[in-house]
C-alpha cells in the first residue's frame, strides 16, 4: 500500500513515517492519504486525530495504526467492487427494461 502523509503536527508526521516506513511516497503516488485535519482530497483520506469524527484517534499504538489502515482499505476495496458490480449490471439492466418495455408495448397494442 502506498500512503501519503499531510500532517500539521511533526510529531505524528514522525511517527507515522517510523511505523510506515517502506510505505511512504509522495501524493502523486499514493493509494492513501493520512492527514491530522479535514481536508478535500482526490484520494481515500484516512483523519487521524482527537476528534469524534477521526478514523483514527489519537494517542494510538502501532498495531491500531495497522488495524485501522486494514479496515479502511477494505473500505475502499467494496465501495470499488460495488461501483464495478453497478457499472457491469447496466447493461444488463437496459435489457431487461428494454424487454419488459415490448412486452407492455405488446399488451397495450391487444388491447387497443
Not at 478514523?55 to 479496515?71: H, Q
Request: net charge positive.
Amino acid at each position: 500500500m502506498k500512503i501519503a502523509l499531510l500532517c500539521d503536527s511533526l510529531l505524528l508526521k514522525r511517527s507515522l513515517e517510523i511505523y510506515l516506513q517502506g510505505h511512504i511516497v509522495s501524493q502523486e503516488y499514493a493509494e492513501l492519504i493520512i492527514c491530522d485535519r479535514l481536508r478535500q482530497m482526490d484520494k481515500p483520506t484516512l483523519l487521524v486525530s482527537h476528534t469524534k469524527k477521526a478514523d483514527l484517534r489519537v494517542p494510538f499504538t502501532k498495531a491500531e495504526l495497522f488495524w485501522a489502515l486494514e479496515e479502511f482499505y477494505l473500505k475502499i476495496l467494496e465501495s470499488e467492487i460495488l461501483l464495478s458490480s453497478k457499472e457491469q449490471m447496466k447493461p444488463f439492466i437496459e435489457k431487461l427494461n428494454k424487454k419488459h418495455h415490448n412486452k407492455i408495448a405488446k399488451l397495450a397494442r391487444k388491447i387497443s
